[in-house]
């Protein structure tokens, strides 16, 4: 028997079909339309960078978008997620694996602006994992790697307790850093500092339309921003 599991989020019906695997998001609202068309486009790029991908699971991916409704039908992925609100010491494999899988399928030249890049936005199992949930993506070539420094930011704001990061999530904020900055020095990419980062985000703020102020990445307060400030200068 089909089991459905309904959900209303940002004025989307958002539904999980088990007997087909597959997730059915839509809405009549305008800018939920515009989501989950992006979300359809940013599905679309992405399985056309998995060749491996079983394609009876591409083949799922379909939509129905006009001016006043859309639905899209998303095939529900092998694996698990992963809790986002983990200290970065907990995470920073599924971190490490996150952003491996970024730069297999993003190329400086050839990339889609995911705009919510977490942790939570990945199903992992032990071959590989998938991003999901692309419904803020766009294509913007100033946007690329910034993905990859919004989920570096954001698993360290689940790490602060009291404006303090303790050894063990420094230890694994150095890890991971030192992984971005080799990587932004390969492709000769400039790595935005923190307060660079928000800065973009604030002059590009209509991308994520109403969802736009709770990206964790603009909720640290003065005495993290400080912090994080002079880990980067010092690493």
């Known amino acids: ?18 007997d087909k695997e597959m997730y059915i998001k839509s809405s009549y609202d305008k800018n939920p339309i515009i989501s989950l068309s992006n979300e359809y486009e940013g599905f679309k790029w992405y399985f ?64 889609r602006f995911h705009g919510d890049f977490s942790v939570g936005n990945v199903i992992y199992n032990k071959k590989e994992c998938y991003i999901i949930d692309w419904e803020n993506s766009v294509i913007d070539q100033q946007f690329w ?7 570096f930011f954001e698993s360290i704001f689940f790490s602060f307790d009291k404006d303090i990061l303790s050894k063990r999530n420094i230890q694994s904020a150095t890890n991971i850093y030192k992984r971005i900055i080799k990587i932004f020095k390969e492709k000769e990419a400039k790595l935005l500092t923190i307060y660079e980062l928000i800065e973009l985000y604030n002059s590009n703020s209509l ?28 690493n």
């Open 145 to 151: 790697g910034v993905d990859i420094l919004n989920i």
């Open 48 to 111: 056309s960078k998995k060749p491996s991908l079983d394609k009876s699971l591409v083949s799922k991916l379909k939509k129905r978008i006009d001016n006043n409704f859309a639905k899209i039908e998303i095939p529900s992925l092998p694996g698990n997620s992963v809790n986002a609100y983990n200290p970065i010491f907990v995470n920073e494999k599924y971190v490490m694996l996150a952003i491996n899988e970024y730069l297999n399928v993003s190329e400086k030249n050839d990339f």
């Open 207 to 234: 991308i994520w339309g109403d969802t736009f102020s709770k990206l964790p990445v603009l909720k640290f307060n003065k005495e993290q921003l400080e912090i994080i400030d002079s880990f980067q200068k010092n």
């Open 1 to 18: 028997m089909s089991r459905l599991r309904y959900y209303n989020i940002n004025k989307t019906i958002i539904y999980y079909n088990s």
